[in-house]
């Protein structure tokens, strides 16, 4: 009993350690958010009309899908066909990623006004990284602000 407690206690620091009260409370919003919008119904990204195999690298024997959703601000940034510098306030964009045929997880970034946050939850809906999580943050920065799946307007062509 008092092992356990010790694992417990062990395991809620470091769970803490990189995600706080405030970054989980933020990705509870997010998650009940995205599935009110009923994300599975926003646009497909261009590029990712349908399941696709991930780019991002597989371990071996894995075999990764992914579910690109862009919503409508996002969209209308990308039908205005201007070129851009950043995505506007208000973009939104939910990965749903299937391992060897099975649903793992969910991810989504959504820009802020101050900027964007970076999410991934687990099948159950379970938090696994919020806020500006350093794995999630250092891939994605050198995207075009912050994007991986596609690219701005005026280099859509040049995919
Ligand atoms: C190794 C680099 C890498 C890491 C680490 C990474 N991503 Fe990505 N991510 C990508 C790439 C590349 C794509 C585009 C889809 C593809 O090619 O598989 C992408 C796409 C996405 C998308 C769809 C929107 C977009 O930006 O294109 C979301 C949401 C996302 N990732 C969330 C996350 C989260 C959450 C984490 C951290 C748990 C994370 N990613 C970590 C490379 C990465």
Redesign the pocket.
Known sequence: MKSLLIVLLVFSFLSLSFMTLKDLKDADELYERINALSYKEFAR?PGWGERSR????HQEGQEIY?D?YINDVILEALEANEPLEEWPVGSL???DTYVNGEYTSV???EKRKDGWV???WNADGVAE?AGK?K??WN??KI?DD????FRFPQYQDSK
Do not use: D, E
């Open positions: 990204a991930a780019t991002i690298p992914v690109i964009l939910v990965k991810g989504a970034n970076i999410m991934q990284f999580p794995v999630c891939c994605h995207g912050m994007v991986r799946a």
